[in-house]
């Protein structure tokens, strides 16, 4: 966007340097309230929505155990893109059911809305060559970390954590060339021995899993860049590894307590300076549990599977049984396309209309 | 998606050519439940986010008052696709306040909540060289309609429907160019003359201007490609004349009530079969308030702008301070990036981190 005809434009108008702090400190504050709200709204709906729910399972149940495989091939983008070739073929034979559950929030209401449980159940036996496991449960707990920051300042982390799920691969089938397993024992020596993480050898075997495969990955992908959409050659499966930040119940209790009263003193109107700006944010390091994250996008993942593909999953299904919507059509039309994507993908995907002048 | 290792992949697993009549119409009779679930969580929150609404508009009043126009120059693509270059000139130099409200809900939490009402409030006088106009009010109601397919079926129609607002345009500043003015002509004279509104010389005049305009527009794409995103060359300010469907308030009462019953009856397990099948849609002609509408995105961009923009609008005021968020810089590294966008975009625009193999 720019100036025409003298006029100024969009952000020509902006002339203030920054934001004033005492705004700043408002809209921040607001911002809480608005949180608070959304999320006791949360809470409410969950426990509405469970009839809902549970009459959608039953409903399910009496269609050929094909529902899941079906709405997950016609996930949206920010989850297909998980998915790859080999993870779809395990999926498309093994998987049998899928449940996503709030599962801190009793049922009056009371508990941590933003948790989630992922139950995958799947097929076994000679029915699923690639792992043992009936069920896969991976459960993600929010919560709330406090630090100081070397500047003193306050800093808040809060979001998705959870342990690694081990799967019991069979012989050549595990899709996360061992680095799930490496997560998981890395975690399990953890709880077992306690002290600094990178003492330990398991850490030294997990840093190593994850440049071998990298460097793999980067390999690949210079062969073949078309078939590895980011991040380069994960399988879905190492979800199962995913763990976040390292914070204790008790410890996000006490840091969600810290956190209520700070809002109800400020409420009142008292004002703080020992919050963290953006500014400092990126003096500071890196957070040392990204170093041994083997599936970064997590929480992102898990969040668009409970708040996309689970609500919507029946109208995925529906989707499934439209006419010419068939995967090996799609992939040619790509294919073809693919040069002049850009305008044409614009014609294509809406109707066309009279009045686009 | 593909098969590999011999396995079946998730679509070769398909093989259910029709989802069952009974399990469609339980699904379509539980999204009624969660549709009716989630309007009435509307209700509620908006009642319960007035307060906030309130209190967020005394916050806006401190700062100087580019605070829309700084937002509105950090609005999200499926806005900001709608803003030309002139727009955002007139956007930037004359926009005072913005308003958005879910007006049909009253303090009780009674009323249809999709219902919308946009207030614009621009400078006057010499302050704002392109219109009279101080206030700009468009008002977008949630309406339902029910009519017979040529099949004898029954179709239901929910959406928007506004009415054309007209834009006092000073001399030679019109940036609809006559656009919006035949709108509106043609909105009165069917609400002067009444009978069919294709014999009124009005219906004659707007649909010759579309027509002139959008020849104007394809040569104008042909010269400079890149300076007009969809829809090619139409005004922001063309949104003022978007109109819908045509459903007048009782019918939509009638319709209402209708739904309600069926709801209600279907809920007890009566089956219905004259409802209309996707199959059938694609046999019906185009629903003819498509020839008369300047707008055709004009719902979308209302619930953009009511979803996204209004209650996210401190956040995008904030990211508006951010060091390096420049347009102009922008637009250069745009411009040099252009051709290997794909790859690039994805690892300049998330945080590196280390496990991404």
């Known amino acids: 966007m720019g100036a025409e005809n003298g006029q100024k434009s969009l952000l020509e108008r902006i002339e203030m340097p920054e934001i004033p702090m005492e705004v700043a400190q408002e809209f921040a504050l607001l911002e809480q309230r608005f949180i608070r709200a959304e999320t006791e709204r949360l809470r409410r709906s969950t426990v509405e929505n469970r009839p809902l729910w549970e009459k959608r399972s039953e409903i399910i149940s009496k269609v050929q155990d094909d529902f899941w495989v079906r709405v997950l091939s016609h996930a949206p983008a920010e989850i297909d893109e998980y998915i790859q070739h080999a993870d779809a073929a395990v999926l498309g034979s093994a998987l049998k059911d899928l449940t996503v559950e709030r599962f801190e929030v009793d049922d009056k209401g009371n ?30 707990y929010w919560r709330k970390k406090i630090t100081k920051t070397s500047k003193g300042k306050r800093r808040t982390w809060e979001g998705l954590v959870s342990e690694p799920v081990r799967i019991n691969w069979k012989e050549g089938m595990d899709l996360t060339k061992g680095l799930l397993d490496a997560a998981c024992d890395l975690a399990e020596a953890e709880k077992k021995k306690g002290g600094d993480r990178k003492k330990l050898p398991e850490f030294e075997k997990l840093a190593e899993k994850m440049e071998e495969l990298e460097a793999a990955a980067m390999e690949d992908n210079e062969e073949d860049e078309e078939d590895f ?69 997590g929480e992102d993942l898990a969040i668009a599977l409970a708040e996309d593909l689970w609500p919507n999953a029946h109208k995925y299904y529906g989707q499934s049984f439209e006419i010419g919507d068939d995967y090996s059509e799609i992939d040619e039309d790509e294919l073809e396309d693919e040069e002049d994507e850009g305008e044409d993908e614009e014609d294509n995907s809406r109707p066309r209309k009279k009045a686009r002048v």
């Open 111 to 140: 508990g941590e809305p933003r948790s989630l449980r992922f139950t995958f159940v799947f097929r076994t036996g000679e029915e699923n060559p690639f792992f043992e496991n009936e069920k896969l449960v991976k459960e993600f």
């Open 229 to 297: 959409p980011t991040p380069a050659g994960t399988s879905f499966f190492g979800f199962f590894g995913y763990r976040g930040n390292v914070v204790s119940a008790e410890e996000s209790k006490e840091a969600n307590k810290e956190d209520d009263e700070r809002f109800e003193k400020a409420l009142k109107g008292e004002k703080f300076d020992d919050e963290e700006d953006d500014d400092d944010e990126e003096d500071d390091e890196e957070d040392s549990f990204d170093e041994i994250e083997i599936f970064p996008d």
